[in-house]
């Protein structure tokens, strides 16, 4: 493709705004706790809008088109399932994370489960971060660089620079300011895109008349895979660490619930917008490979619209990627460096801090680049944080049976085995998320099984998680 000169000339403009946000929120960036921290508290609605940014990626966005041309609107519970996480995370999470005080899942847990448990979390936590880190970038920058007219490594350097910068100068503080103005743009741009599709289509009515019935059934795309979206989708928002460190930018823990409302409302609404564009654009052009169907369309539209659009999905990969660098570096910070060096405000532990970010943020580029069929393991990722929540839903709810030693050891096995599941193909058509989910609760119950009759509990529970 030819480059649209409109079209890339007003993405480029985007992406330097979101440089120069950062540039102003550095001053609020000053210590490592600060960048970390975002240095302030922000109402309910701004981190629901954040932290549906940053579940919404490309993988959300732009394959949810992809699969809603093939199967229809039950693509739409790939997001959907987020949305139902995000709903139960707000009535059994949210208020008691916000009252926990930590801002990392890691140090949520060894609350409950010790050392070995909290170094174990961060571990599998940055590695997961960073399969998802390494999927957005591949499959963003193909997408972008198709709608630019780039090749497709200079369009995932340029947008994988531009975010690791802005996250690098500005912190957490730039990371939600700046996504939440990529909520907003995402929601305009696929808002544009249904809107422009169903009028191409000639409506609603003729849609319906030209696809087939299934096409706007709930369930074409079979239970089986919409109960494998669900674990994976709420085990994700129970346990990722971006999720924890946004709701403790809120003043209180009914301020961390509604925020968590405002995330699932938002969220529903994309997903299906999203799966309405997918089944429009699959009408319209039969011929074009689905993975094809939303590039096809936008170039239907004129500049401006295009523009609009292309905006929204770099949005979806930026705000991704600010997300998933400012989570892995403040666990680096906390779990790794403060317990090696003990300098927790000093200069040492800001250049710290900011060299991480750059670093996780930079090092997924090369990996993107090289190694693009990493996109077949960012449902992996997800599947392994669900062995987290289990562990989170252990420790808030049956302290009784949070025994450090199961704990670890759950999390271990869980890394093994749903990796070892994953890479055998998924045997008797058994999702790696099923794996994820049972082996934390197999192990912690036979271990309670086992424990002598009428033992104490662990002392490392703290009180804080004992109450109901």
């Known amino acids: 493709m030819q480059p649209n000169w409109v079209v890339l000339s007003l993405t480029l403009a985007y992406l330097a705004a979101m440089g120069l946000i950062s540039v102003v929120a550095r001053r609020h960036a000053r210590s490592a706790v600060s960048f970390t921290s975002g240095g302030a508290r922000y109402p309910a609605v701004l981190i629901g809008f954040l932290l549906m940014s940053e579940f919404i990626g490309t993988a959300a966005s732009v394959g949810t088109t992809q699969t809603a041309a093939k199967v229809g609107l039950s693509a739409a519970w790939n997001i959907v399932a987020l949305g139902i996480g995000f709903m139960l995370y707000a009535f059994f999470l949210a208020r008691r994370f916000k009252t926990l005080g930590e801002n990392t899942i890691s140090g949520a847990l060894a609350r409950a489960y010790g050392r070995p448990t909290k170094l174990a979390t961060s571990v599998i936590m940055i590695f997961a971060l960073q399969i998802v880190a390494i999927s957005t970038y591949a499959g963003g920058g193909s997408i972008l660089a198709g709608l630019l007219g780039m090749d497709r490594t200079t369009a995932i350097v340029i947008t994988g620079a531009v975010a690791t910068l802005y996250v690098g100068i500005g912190g957490m503080r730039s990371v939600i300011t700046t996504n939440v103005l990529h909520a907003v743009v995402k929601y305009v741009g696929i808002l544009?895109?249904?809107?422009?599709?169903?009028?191409?289509?000639?409506?609603?009515?003729?849609?319906?008349?030209?696809?087939?019935?299934?096409?706007?059934?709930?369930?074409?795309?079979?239970?089986?895979?919409?109960?494998?979206?669900?674990?994976?989708?709420?085990?994700?928002?129970?346990?990722?660490?971006?999720?924890?460190?946004?709701?403790?930018?809120?003043?209180?823990?009914?301020?961390?619930?509604?925020?968590?409302?405002?995330?699932?409302?938002?969220?529903?609404?994309?997903?299906?917008?999203?799966?309405?564009?997918?089944?429009?654009?699959?009408?319209?052009?039969?011929?074009?490979?689905?993975?094809?169907?939303?590039?096809?369309?936008?170039?239907?539209?004129?500049?401006?619209?295009?523009?609009?659009?292309?905006?929204?999905?770099?949005?979806?990969?930026?705000g991704t990627i600010s997300a998933l660098s400012i989570g892995a570096a403040t666990?680096?910070?906390?779990?790794?460096?403060?317990?090696?060096?003990?300098?927790?405000?000093?200069?040492?532990?800001?250049?710290?801090?900011?060299?991480?970010?750059i670093a996780v943020g930079l090092l997924p580029i090369p990996l993107a680049i090289?190694?693009?069929?990493?996109?077949?393991?960012?449902?992996l990722a997800k599947s392994l944080r669900t062995t987290l929540a289990v562990l989170v839903l252990f420790a808030f709810y049956a302290p009784h049976v949070a025994r450090p030693r199961a704990a670890f050891v759950s999390i271990v096995a869980s890394l093994l085995l749903t990796i070892g599941w994953f890479l055998a193909g998924d045997p008797f058509g058994i999702d790696n998320a099923y794996v994820a989910l049972v082996i934390p609760l197999v192990v912690m119950g036979t271990d309670h099984l086992l424990k002598r009759s009428g033992a104490d509990i662990p002392a490392s529970v703290p009180v804080s998680l004992r109450q109901k």
Request: charged share 10%; with cysteine.
């Open 370 to 379: 090289y190694a693009p069929d990493i996109l077949k393991v960012t449902f």
């Open 331 to 357: 666990l680096l910070y906390k779990d790794f460096y403060i317990p090696l060096r003990g300098d927790v405000e000093g200069r040492g532990s800001l250049a710290f801090v900011r060299a991480a970010t």
């Open 192 to 318: 544009v895109a249904a809107v422009f599709a169903v009028s191409q289509i000639g409506g609603l009515g003729s849609l319906q008349a030209q696809v087939p019935a299934r096409m706007f059934a709930v369930d074409t795309v079979g239970w089986s895979q919409i109960l494998a979206w669900l674990v994976a989708g709420i085990g994700a928002v129970f346990s990722t660490q971006y999720v924890i460190q946004a709701i403790n930018t809120v003043e209180d823990g009914r301020t961390a619930q509604a925020a968590s409302f405002w995330c699932a409302i938002l969220l529903v609404p994309f997903g299906l917008l999203a799966a309405l564009v997918g089944v429009c654009a699959g009408a319209l052009m039969p011929n074009v490979p689905p993975i094809g169907v939303l590039p096809a369309l936008i170039g239907r539209m004129d500049d401006v619209l295009a523009a609009v659009v292309v905006a929204g999905l770099a949005g979806s990969l930026l």
